[in-house]
């Protein structure tokens, strides 16, 4: 399948088209043929045959009167866009003498005003959508507990590399099955609960213990990665919204067409694995 990707110009003719707070289909027109033709040859086929040679040849020929897929958009005048989230991950100081690694991650909020980040339970955020599914290299919009949650699972975070091959031998663990809903509304906005503060210029840091990272491995040398997630986000802290008696996130902060909130870190731990102890380096 080709894909064609077409960007609409703010200011443009096209752009004119749109009414702000309005929803768009853009669809192929039917009736478009495309005719597209090609040839494989047989390459133990004597070089003696011209290139037209029926023996060396096989013309295929292919009609299509569709152009598969469409476009719905609704027209917004601006996105919220998140602060950037700088993330480290690295060994815990003074680990030298415990059984059992101890790794630490610590992110920072690099803007100028707390933000809130849900790290639990559904996200509600925009995703990038390809014609067919979303996009490839984004994150998912799934329930796992992001890791800066102090109830995280580090199974559902970290990937495991063999630095010897440089490959991924283990995966964090995928999102199960999406419970099903009886269809009675109900209210998305997030709970205080599974909220995180961060604050401009002040770490949030979780001390996570990887032994069931890499249990089921055998003994080598490993690299825990952490996978990257997105996360629901809005100005403000938990410790303001519960001073409105509420136990969620007020109505005028709910916000679904925004930005995530990227938790991502290009850092990599050198972990060593042995049958009765691991160490990190």
Request: hydrophobic share 35%; with cysteine.
């Amino acid at each position: 399948m080709t894909i064609y990707r077409y960007c609409v110009e703010p200011g443009s003719e096209l752009a004119a088209l749109f009414e702000h707070g309005k929803m768009y289909t853009i669809r192929g027109k039917p009736g478009n043929n495309v005719v597209a033709s090609g040839w494989y040859g047989d390459q133990s086929a004597s070089t003696n045959l011209g290139p037209d040679s029926p023996e060396a040849r096989i013309h295929l020929t292919m009609l299509r009167n569709h152009v598969s897929g469409r476009a719905t958009f609704r027209v917004v005048s601006s996105v919220p866009w998140p602060p950037r989230l700088h993330v480290r991950l690295r060994k815990q100081d003074n680990d030298k003498d415990k059984e059992s690694p101890i790794l630490e991650v610590s992110t920072v909020n690099t803007g100028s005003e707390p933000i809130s980040v849900k790290t639990r339970g559904e996200q509600y955020m925009l995703q990038p959508q390809g014609p067919l599914e979303p996009e490839a290299g984004w994150p998912l919009m799934d329930r796992r507990t992001r890791i800066i949650d102090a109830q995280a699972s580090p199974l559902v975070s970290f990937e495991v590399i063999d630095i010897a091959t440089n490959t991924i031998v283990r995966h964090a663990v995928r999102p199960g099955i999406c419970a099903l809903t009886d269809g009675t509304p109900r209210d998305r906005r997030p709970k205080l609960e599974h909220l995180v503060t961060l604050k401009p210029g002040e770490p949030v840091v979780r001390q996570v213990d990887v032994t069931q990272v890499l249990s089921r491995l055998p003994d080598g040398t490993y690299g825990l990665r952490l996978e990257r997630r997105g996360m629901w986000w809005c100005v403000g802290s938990r410790e303001d919204f519960e001073a409105t008696g509420e136990d969620r996130v007020p109505q005028n902060l709910f916000e679904t067409l925004i930005m995530p909130a990227m938790l991502e870190c290009d850092d990599v731990v050198t972990v060593v694995k042995r049958t009765q102890n691991e160490d990190t380096t």
